[in-house]
């Protein structure tokens, strides 16, 4: 991402930058059963600074819903379904509960041609700045691999924000036709290390990665909102450029990052990771929210805080029945 102000990082979250930090990898399974209510505004102005935590929040449950589905998907081909059902049930509750109020908070959705900017403005950057930037680093870097991979990303997003650009005509002016939404080409995500081996293509991947969470979580929320107006055409297209986001263009960059390895290893990442939330950072921003008097935001975070310690918990008792 660009250095923007806070309130254009919270109008364009879609739009990945290379100066914000990526958050340890963990990943997102398409919601069962739909998404949820598209969430709007909740009330009166939030402080600059809660404002940038709830960004991050959304950026990290993002990810940890997409890297769960992937892991639950590997504990089944190890024949462990308890394990990957946990780890579902876990992606859900990130992508549901967790992000969906952040979304809420932030007033993150609005209407159908605001969401279509929003989305413009995300793609048009990862099209012309990101991947093509991760792709020349890349090449300078001798990853060949992921340098075609980002090249190939560049690409799509650009064909993504042509077809946004023209449903944003469709619903500004009442006439023309939204485009068919395109299709997934699945990317399976088998156990492995890194197919990558400079430092700084790792860092790309790893900001790629959590770009693509967010853009398939939003996606989503956009659709359902497209859905409860009556354009069922534009949620088509919202839900299929999501599911190429989640299931091409990151499932595609976690086999190069090595994203999955085996469960138990999948289990300690998840340890890992919750603990950190538990006792660190969303008691960090229930601190700072409680301070400038923000107090919804602050009890979201107290409230995600103690549900992300029960969450290491159980996948602490989940790794311990398999040693």
């Not at 008097?293 to 975070?301: H, I, L, Q, S």
Request: a neutral charge.
């Amino acid at each position: 991402m660009s250095h923007r102000s806070i309130r254009t990082l919270v109008v364009g979250l879609s739009a990945l930058t290379a100066a914000v930090p990526a958050a340890p990898a963990l990943a997102l399974a398409a919601p069962a059963g739909g998404a949820p209510p598209a969430p709007h505004t909740a009330g009166r102005a939030l402080h600059t600074q809660t404002l940038a935590d709830l960004a991050t929040t959304m950026r990290g449950e993002a990810y940890a819903h997409a890297a769960y589905g992937l892991f639950a998907a590997e504990a089944d081909r190890q024949g462990l379904p308890a394990v990957g059902k946990l780890f579902r049930s876990t992606a859900q509750t990130r992508l549901n509960e967790h992000l969906h109020e952040a979304a809420t908070l932030l007033g993150m959705v609005g209407g159908n041609a605001a969401n279509l900017r929003q989305a413009i403005e995300g793609e048009t950057y990862e099209h012309e700045v990101m991947y093509r930037r991760f792709a020349e680093q890349a090449r300078q870097d001798g990853d060949l691999e992921a340098a075609k991979l980002f090249g190939e990303l560049a690409a799509d997003e650009g064909h993504h924000r042509d077809a946004f650009r023209t449903a944003l005509a469709v619903v500004t002016t009442g006439g023309g036709t939204i485009p068919a939404p395109p299709k997934a080409d699945m990317v399976p995500v088998p156990a492995g290390l890194p197919k990558v081996k400079a430092a700084r293509t790792k860092a790309n991947l790893a900001t790629a990665l959590h770009g693509e969470a967010l853009a398939h979580a939003k996606y989503m929320l956009f659709a359902a909102h497209a859905r409860q107006t009556g354009n069922a055409a534009l949620a088509r297209l919202w839900e299929g450029t999501s599911e190429v986001e989640l299931r091409e263009h990151l499932a595609g960059e976690a086999v190069l990052a090595g994203l999955v390895r085996a469960t138990r290893e999948n289990l300690r990442m998840a340890i890992t990771e919750g603990r950190n939330e538990a006792t660190m950072v969303y008691p960090g921003f229930a601190e700072r929210t409680t301070a400038v008097g923000d107090t919804a935001a602050a009890r979201f975070f107290r409230n995600t805080a103690a549900d992300e310690a029960r969450h290491a918990a159980a996948f602490q008792k989940a790794l311990d029945q398999l040693r």
